[in-house]
């Protein structure tokens, strides 16, 4: 992947990640009010944080010592 694509896949996965740490605090404060007792919430939350993992380690993996990341 040259230094185009690497900088346009670095945006989305930026986008990508605002987009779901926004739902997380959205699923957390909703849970909060269900004062903790909503499962779909919790499954919820659970697959958003698994979401922002996965970006994470994707946004580490473009950042290599050949990158102007």
Same mark, same amino acid.
């Given at each position: 992947? @040259?230094?185009?694509? %690497?900088? #346009?896949?670095?945006?989305?996965?930026?986008?990508?990640?605002? +987009?779901?740490?926004? =739902?997380?605090?959205? %699923?957390? &404060?909703?849970?909060? %009010? &269900?004062?903790? =007792? &909503? $499962?779909?919430? %919790? $499954?919820?939350?659970? $697959?958003?944080?698994?979401?922002?993992?996965?970006? +994470? #380690?994707?946004?580490?993996?473009? @950042? @290599? =010592? $050949? &990158?102007?990341?």
């Amino acid at each position: 992947m @040259d230094d185009d694509e %690497k900088g #346009k896949e670095f945006l989305k996965l930026i986008d990508d990640q605002n +987009t779901v740490q926004w =739902n997380i605090v959205a %699923k957390l &404060s909703s849970l909060i %009010k &269900s004062e903790w =007792n &909503s $499962t779909e919430l %919790k $499954t919820e939350l659970e $697959t958003l944080v698994k979401d922002h993992y996965r970006i +994470t #380690k994707d946004l580490n993996s473009l @950042d @290599d =010592n $050949t &990158s102007i990341l």
